[in-house]
């Protein structure tokens, strides 16, 4: 099974279990656990998701705690974003909401009613080694340049003042060796860090990889959703010459889920994940890439 328990030890960490479907709950010991419904990316497929539990509420035990996850949000679609947050929240225990967008950051600041910390996601909290290829852009920089490019982007001390003022309590990060110094850091601070477990989100689309190869649109893509796309580099550009390519093996496949882009190219396959205060098992890219 692709969730990892710390056996003979006092749990304290907080685990989560993202992408899993109302369907999949039942063949899983998910009580010890919170679960991450929504979508990190794809406005649409964060509807779908809230939308399937919230209709089938009966069926979901109601001991278990959530976490919402809602992705970038455009300006139409903020007022519907809210209202389903809300919806979600009068339903279920929602321990936190993972925020991946600053205009719906401010607005939730703005809102009565919504009592749930806040967590940074990884596509605000960004390092330069979430690119695979990120050792060709710094090969030529001197080794404490280096280390100063690798460094999360919310390293910062007024950044790092501004999470009281919106109730942020924690962020996503990927479990890279520049975040390791990174989570010192951010419990002196008294930020939790929440580590995904052996994956990388390279980027976000505009669009769903799967809907475009399809030709769809994406009011079509609703089924599709926990699909996953394998997605392979074929040509490069500017320091990505074909013969690097091909002799340094940079560019690793991706996987597609919705509008994101994962990879596992950079892990730190030696990362202490006891280190950090929680450690979120994606079920789309463990149950495909574990089985």
Request: aromatic residues 10%; glycine residues 6%.
């Amino acid at each position: 099974m692709f969730i990892k328990r710390n056996k003979g030890k006092e749990r304290t960490l907080t685990n989560e279990i993202r992408n899993i479907s109302i369907e999949e709950i039942k063949n899983y010991d998910c009580n010890d656990y919170i679960l991450g419904i929504g979508s990190e990316g794809c406005v649409h497929s964060f509807y779908t998701k809230i939308d399937k539990f919230i209709g089938n509420k009966d069926k979901v035990d109601r001991r278990y705690s959530f976490r919402i996850i809602t992705p970038r949000v455009p300006l139409k679609h903020m007022d519907r974003v809210l209202d389903k947050i809300k919806e979600f929240i009068k339903v279920f225990n929602v321990e936190s909401i993972v925020v991946n967008d600053y205009g719906l950051l401010y607005r939730i600041s703005k809102t009565e009613g919504l009592i749930s910390e806040i967590i940074l996601g990884r596509t605000l909290i960004r390092t330069i080694e979430d690119t695979p290829w990120y050792r060709l852009i710094v090969e030529s920089e001197q080794e404490e340049v280096k280390n100063s490019i690798i460094k999360p982007n919310i390293l910062h001390l007024q950044k790092l003042e501004l999470f009281n003022i919106y109730n942020i309590k924690g962020v996503e990060l990927s479990p890279v060796k520049g975040n390791i110094e990174a989570l010192k850091k951010l419990k002196m601070y008294g930020i939790k860090a929440f580590i995904h477990y052996k994956n990388e989100l390279a980027t976000i689309g505009r669009t769903c990889p799967l809907m475009r190869a399809l030709e769809k649109d994406t009011y079509e893509c609703k089924k599709d959703c926990n699909n996953i796309v394998n997605i392979q580099f074929k040509k490069g550009y500017g320091i990505m010459d074909e013969k690097k390519i091909q002799d340094e093996e940079v560019v690793p496949d991706f996987w597609g889920i919705e509008n994101a882009f994962y990879h596992k190219f950079n892990i730190d396959e030696k990362f202490d994940y006891d280190k950090c205060d929680g450690v979120i098992y994606n079920y789309l890219l463990d149950a495909e890439l574990n089985e």
